[in-house]
């Protein structure tokens, strides 16, 4: 039988829930959440926006650090110690000179977090002014730190550092709990070198030889990072000492176990016209790098620069990122798995108009790189190579189902190695069911392939390839503009079966039994 209940029934029982829901709220409201509100305001009276008072407060300063009498330097939110639950505010359309450097640390039930106040419609901004970082959060965790504009602009001298942020361990063990969201990051002007202490938009730093010390728990997402001289997003740790590594172990490592920091969340970050890298994780195990977009790498470096690499890490997952406008072919490709890093697995990403191309396997000086995947991805108008192999162990390298459509420029090699002959190691690179559509004359050369080097079940169309592709084809597989096979393609149903493939394509189709499709295309002719 079905009760049905009158308007006014409906009413009344509403009514009458949610009093008691707010009768209830009443008698067991939680207790009052841990921490005090501190308030920052460079523009009120009084303030002198120097870079000095930065670290050196006033003796005389009235500000208490109520939105009534705001702190008027960064230098006053130095000298206090923050505790669980506090909150540190920054007034919009205000600008701070110099550099924040807060002492104490949030909990995991009540982190500290730094942000913004205010109505205006510009952001509250931190301006380094030449400072080494422009906001240092260092041995400390449980941190929030969101929603502010920072900059670094003024030129560096030689070799000079300059970090927009950048977190520091130092002996500490573990830092729990930090997630940094929705900064606008931008004219972060530092030198050419990849190193411990900088310089980037983002700098995680983890140092010291005494006691093991890593990150657990970083969450990064939504922030706006442009013009940076010279990394994006950095990672890089002396608790890094393992054999994978090879000669290329940081000569002040630590030297006990590999010590690598975890539950790292890389996501919906946008970079724009890095002089060096895009992103670079190093030393972290179980990594999720994804939704990322990446516009302009390498360009304004003379050293070696890609737009999303892995270095001794394990594990890592980079996935659903678009990169493209790599700016130089020394490097200069879209995906690095580099040195020491293993059981990467690059997917479902877009790469495109990168001048060095889409993938570089680069283990180099006694490290070995292990069990790469790569698929499902597509790569449009990448070169001057497609993929590029440093010497050295490459174990494992499964490359399969990915799109290569090659319309506007012609890459000169399909596959280069960097060896002066060919390589003697053991390279193991197998390609499947992968899709090549060039248009032009020549191009896509093998430079020392290896024996390693094996391919099958490829189309090559437009593409003249040289070396045994056994169950491939050559006939035109009817590519459409956004990378789907058209309506009676040969290359529907013409790969082989590959198990533990995901379960999806580029486009998020199921991948179903049997024989899939050539590329990254799983679905039906369209």
Not at 131 to 156: F, G, M, R, Y
Not at 197 to 224: F, Q
Not at 292 to 310: C, H, M, P, V, Y
Not at 318 to 343: C, I, W
């Amino acid at each position: 039988m079905r009760h049905r209940f009158s308007t006014a029934a409906l009413a009344a029982l509403t009514a009458t829930a949610g009093l008691a829901t707010l009768t209830q709220g009443a008698a067991q409201a939680a207790p009052k959440s841990p921490g005090k509100t501190y308030y920052v305001d460079c523009s009120a009276t009084g303030a002198t926006n120097s870079k000095a008072d930065s670290t050196t407060p006033s003796s005389t300063t009235p500000n208490s650090g109520t939105r009534a009498a705001p702190w008027t330097t960064l230098a006053e939110a130095n000298s206090h110690t923050f505790g669980p639950g506090d909150r540190l505010l920054f007034q919009r359309g205000a600008t701070c000179e110099g550099s924040l450097e807060p002492k104490g640390a949030g909990s995991a039930a009540a982190p500290f977090t730094i942000s913004d106040y205010g109505r205006s419609k510009d952001r509250a901004k931190l301006a380094g002014n030449g400072a080494h970082d422009v906001v240092l959060l260092s041995n400390t965790q449980h941190i929030k730190l969101n929603s502010l504009e920072i900059t670094n602009a003024t030129l560096p001298n030689t070799n000079s550092e300059r970090n927009g942020v950048r977190l520091r361990l130092t002996d500490y063990g573990t830092a729990r709990n930090f997630e940094l969201s929705n900064l606008y990051i931008h004219d972060v002007r530092g030198g050419d070198a990849k190193k411990l202490t900088g310089s980037s938009g983002i700098h995680i730093a983890v140092e010291g030889t005494a006691r093991a010390s890593k990150y657990d728990g970083l969450n990064i997402h939504h922030n706006r990072i442009e013009d940076v001289d010279r990394e994006g997003i950095y990672f890089k740790s002396t608790y890094s000492k393992r054999d994978l590594v090879g000669n290329q172990q940081d000569p002040v490592a630590y030297p006990g176990e590999w010590t690598p920091s975890t539950r790292v969340h890389i996501h919906r970050n946008t970079l724009k016209s890095m002089a060096g890298d895009g992103i670079k994780v190093d030393t972290t195990a179980g990594a999720v790098i994804e939704h990322n977009r990446i516009d302009g790498f390498q360009l304004r470096s003379k050293e070696a620069n890609a737009g999303l690499w892995t270095f001794n890490t394990d594990d890592t997952l980079v996935q659903y990122n678009e990169v493209s406008g790599g700016g130089g072919t020394r490097d200069g490709m879209s995906f690095d798995a580099d040195g020491a890093s293993r059981r990467t697995v690059f997917q479902y990403n877009y790469s495109h108009d990168n001048l060095g191309g889409f993938l570089l396997i680069c283990p180099y000086s006694g490290a070995k790189t292990v069990d790469t995947t790569v698929r499902y991805n597509v790569s449009e108008d990448d070169g001057e190579r497609l993929i590029q192999n440093c010497w050295g162990p490459i174990l494992n390298t499964q490359i399969y189902n990915n799109t290569f459509v090659n319309r506007a420029k012609v890459p000169n090699y399909l596959v280069q190695d960097d060896a002066t002959k060919p390589d003697t190691t053991q390279h193991e690179l197998t390609f499947r069911n992968n899709l090549f559509v060039g248009t032009g004359t020549g191009g896509y050369a093998f430079k020392n392939p290896t024996a390693g080097l094996t391919f099958d079940h490829n189309a090559f169309h437009g593409v003249p390839m040289t070396r045994p592709n056994p169950g491939g084809i050559t006939t035109d597989p009817k590519v459409r503009p956004d990378f789907r096979l058209g309506k009676g393609s040969p290359a529907l149903t013409a790969g082989v079966e590959i198990p533990d493939n995901g379960g999806k394509d580029y486009f998020g189709n199921r991948i179903p039994a049997g024989a899939p499709n050539l590329g990254a295309y799983a679905g039906p002719g369209r």
